[in-house]
């Protein structure tokens, strides 16, 4: 199953904007992760979510998680250039036979344009 | 504190030729993953480990690909034959913890390109 699914594909801002980015998932979740990959490197782990928890900051990231509508939203406030990267949104399966395992779906592209 | 090493960066064959990807996750963690990543795409999980065990090896491609982690620390993944369709990003990660709820380490990945 797909536990993160990214919206939009695409982004393109500009440096000092805000960008937000969704994500949505299918079953029950012990947290929600998301995670940045600048190109051709591996992903960097940005910030947990609980789910008993609502909302997280960390920096200029802001993270909402929304259990009943099985979603999560990433906010970057003021931009720059070195942000331009893919973002994966990923839950970790509370229960059966996927337990722990952790699923992502093919990331938000965000470009920031210096 | 070293991150997730892997090794080769770069990697070029060709088809029906074997290949292998070494993988040292932090000191320490017990969960190595190996993600398969296409371009454009997210990591895909190939294998999880807990400790030497295999607890989740449900999308390896076993009629081709193997891999191990003996004595519960790194580990290799090998390809044998390699086909056109498996050039991609392999990706080994590592956590910590008997519960698989935390955040994962990344390597930068082997890119391996079929010819």
């Known amino acids: 199953s797909q536990q993160g699914e990214e919206d939009p594909q695409a982004l393109s801002i500009q440096e000092g904007e805000n960008a937000t980015m969704n994500c949505s998932y299918k079953?029950?979740?012990?947290?929600l992760q998301w995670y940045r990959q600048n190109s051709g490197r591996g992903l960097v782990h940005l910030i947990l979510?609980?789910?008993?928890?609502r909302e997280k900051h960390s920096g200029r990231l802001r993270v909402t998680l929304d259990t009943s509508k099985k979603s999560s939203s990433l906010l970057i406030t003021a931009s720059r250039a070195a942000d331009t990267a893919s973002y994966f949104c990923?839950?970790?399966?509370?229960?059966?036979?996927?337990?722990?395992?952790?699923?992502f779906g093919q990331g938000t592209i965000l470009t920031v344009h210096p | 504190e070293a991150g997730v090493v892997q090794s080769p960066r770069y990697k070029i064959i060709e088809k029906k030729q074997p290949v292998a990807f070494w993988c040292n996750p932090i000191?320490?963690?017990?969960?190595l993953y190996w993600y398969l990543q296409n371009l454009g795409q997210g990591p895909e999980l190939l294998i999880r480990?807990?400790?030497?065990?295999?607890?989740?090896d449900s999308q390896l491609p076993k009629d081709r690909f193997s891999a191990e982690r003996l004595k519960g620390v790194d580990s290799t993944l090998k390809i044998q034959p390699a086909e056109l369709g498996d050039s991609a990003v392999y990706l080994c990660?590592?956590?910590?913890?008997?519960?698989?709820?935390?955040?994962?380490?990344f390597g930068e990945g082997s890119r391996l390109t079929v010819l």
């Open positions: 990660a590592s956590s910590f913890g008997g519960a698989p709820t935390g955040e994962l380490f």
């Open positions: 079953t029950s979740i012990n947290n």
């Open positions: 979510i609980r789910s008993n928890e």
């Open positions: 990923t839950g970790r399966d509370a229960g059966g036979t996927s337990y722990g395992k952790l699923t």
């Open positions: 000191s320490g963690h017990n969960t």
């Open positions: 480990y807990e400790n030497e065990e295999a607890v989740d």
